[in-house]
């Protein structure tokens, strides 16, 4: 299995700001994904990760709210912009192997927006 | 468009005994993956087992089986002599094989009584 990590682990911020997320994971997978959990909720996915070219964006969500990059093969980002309190969640990056169908995911980041 | 249903939203088990938490699934494609996470009040998302749609073996790993019946599209899993840190809310997701995409139920909470 990876070893992923997420920073920040947890954050409090203000509306109207923009907090990005970082996903780093210890060697090279084919796939990155980013998902939101809401409060009490399950997890929805926001994109998929394409290293070296745009993310592909699930239903309701889009570029300009939830910018992603991945300059590589273990590393990306995702930004939650012009934020409201309605975007407090838990965000997680899972990543899946060359070979496997398992998406393994990182320790997530927990959201607070006030 | 995939269907994840988890009927049982609470459950609660005493310890040592087995626990069976439902799973049902609406696809009309031929292949996938169903998966079981757990995700503890940590907020992590914890890979359990993985069942593919055409392993005829009902997967194992450890204390954990799954219970695949594939006519009724279920997925079942069983966990066995439960314990205290089996406490958490578990997940039944379903994958996509063309997209890799992972579509999750809503998730059953599992308290474990001593």
């Known amino acids: 299995s990876a070893v992923i990590s997420q920073k920040p682990s947890r954050d409090i911020c203000q509306r109207g700001t923009s907090l990005t997320i970082q996903c780093q994971v210890d060697s090279q997978v084919t796939m990155m994904f980013w998902y939101r959990q809401q409060p009490g909720q399950s997890l929805t996915l926001i994109a998929t990760a394409n290293q070296g070219s745009e993310a592909t964006y699930e239903s ?37 192997y060359r070979g496997t169908e398992t998406q393994y995911f990182g320790p997530g980041t927990r959201l607070l927006v006030l | 468009a995939q269907k994840i249903t988890q009927t049982q939203p609470g459950m609660f088990v005493q310890e040592k005994e ?97």
């Open chain 1, 60 to 96: 309701g969500f889009v570029i300009d709210k939830f910018p992603i990059s991945r300059p590589n093969l273990t590393f990306s980002t995702l930004t939650v912009s012009n934020m409201s309190p309605e975007d407090s969640s838990i965000y997680l990056c899972s990543v899946e």
């Open chain 2, 18 to 114: 087995a626990v069976t938490l439902d799973c049902t699934y609406d696809t009309s494609d031929q292949s996938y993956g169903l998966f079981w996470y757990k995700q503890p009040s940590s907020g992590e998302m914890i890979f359990l087992i993985y069942q593919g749609s055409y392993d005829e073996q009902n997967a194992t790993e450890g204390r954990y089986s799954l219970n695949f019946q594939k006519a009724r599209k279920s997925a079942n899993l069983v966990i066995s002599a439960s314990q205290l840190g089996d406490s958490a809310m578990y997940f039944c997701a379903m994958r996509e094989v063309v997209s890799n995409k992972l579509t999750f139920g809503g998730g059953t909470r599992v308290l474990v009584k001593p």
